[in-house]
């Protein structure tokens, strides 16, 4: 199909060809339109927690990654008042885990921290909940840091859907929300967690990590260091609809 | 008071003057600077007290009851508070025993440390007493700016001073903003 011939919506005023089945994020990013989101991930079924990504469609405030592509929906994301939203559900996540950047592993890679340097987010700005969440290093090769994890539930669905495990949840609500894993004993040694497992890749903060091999790459050359999660998150977008000649 | 120019006054609380160390760190822009400001209060002049100032900076957090003390010090003497580094605008690594009993911290560190004869809590008089947990500034005066970066850059410091200086709202562009 031609691009022309697509249906389409307006995203800041701008036209956006979209695929029936598209969501309003998936058609933006294939297009080479970045809207700010957290617990998105292009290869699964949005989850729809972090809010990082509401925009306005037609004037109501929904979530980017879960709003179906509609012919003729008028989409405003980069305004002041959404981003000055999304700065404040970033530094609400800074104030509820404990996030020591200068000591994480994830720093540099990490895309809490990245959205932070992307929305101009200077400090927390709330009083911060310095909560108590105990370190799991129970297992010799990876370590769970539960002080960082912004609930997105990624690692959750990896783990059930493509390594079949089911080694995460998450539990309780509200405030009270937290991960847990899956075993009687509750410790990440006694899964079968491995290595190679999806979910050790798609936690975007750093509380799944790999023992051994922290800090190896130098501040300069990580991830979002040499560009902004903004246009790496355009880079990583599918691009399904390059036109195809023909 | 030099005529005309703007009075700066600088601290470091709980923090390790990295972020001191950063604001040298800019160099000969620091002749430029000096020609538009004059130091208060600051480890560089040694001044004990503040006095009323335009701009005041504050690296580290609060750890012990002088910390807040001097604070609070600052707030009443300067226009613009600025928190400057991660320990300032979060905790940083000190917040680290946040969720740890302080009375224990203590002990395990002047009592029960092994190798250590004759261990007791320091209790001079002298001595500020630690607080429960390490507060970032905002969360005991207000703060008009936060500079973030364990420590900031000496580009940033430099963007933010410089901003200050003229008259700007400070503000720092990619690559200038960072957590750690
Ligand atoms: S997970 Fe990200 S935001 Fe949290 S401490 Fe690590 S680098 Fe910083
Ligand atoms: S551990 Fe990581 S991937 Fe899992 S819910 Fe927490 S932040 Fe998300
Ligand atoms: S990215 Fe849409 S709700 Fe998180």
Redesign the pocket.
Known sequence: MNESDLPSFLLDGEEIPFTPGQTVIQAALTAGHYIPHL?YHPEFVPHGSCKVCTVKANGRPAAACTLPAQAGLAVESDTDELNDLRRTLVQMLFAEGNHFCPSCEKSGNCMLQALGYDLGVMTAGFRHFFPDRPVDASHPDIL?DFN?????????R?SEEVDGKGV?S?TGRGIMRH?IVSAESGRLADTDIALTDK?LE????G??LRKHVGFAVPIGRRRYDERPISAQALDDAPRMMEPKHG | MAEGRIRVATASLAGCFGCHMSLLDIDERLFELLEKIEFDRTPLTDIKHCGPCDIGIIEGGCCNAENVEVLREFRRNCKILVALGACAVTGGLPAQRNHLDLGACLSEVYLTEPGLVNGQIPNDPELPLPLDQVHPLHEVVKVDYFVPGCPPSADAIWKILADLVAGRTPRLGHGQIQYD
């Open positions: 617990c769970l960082r994890c912004i609930f997105c539930k990624l690692c959750v990896a995460f998450l991960l979910a798609v936690c975007p903060v509380v799944i």
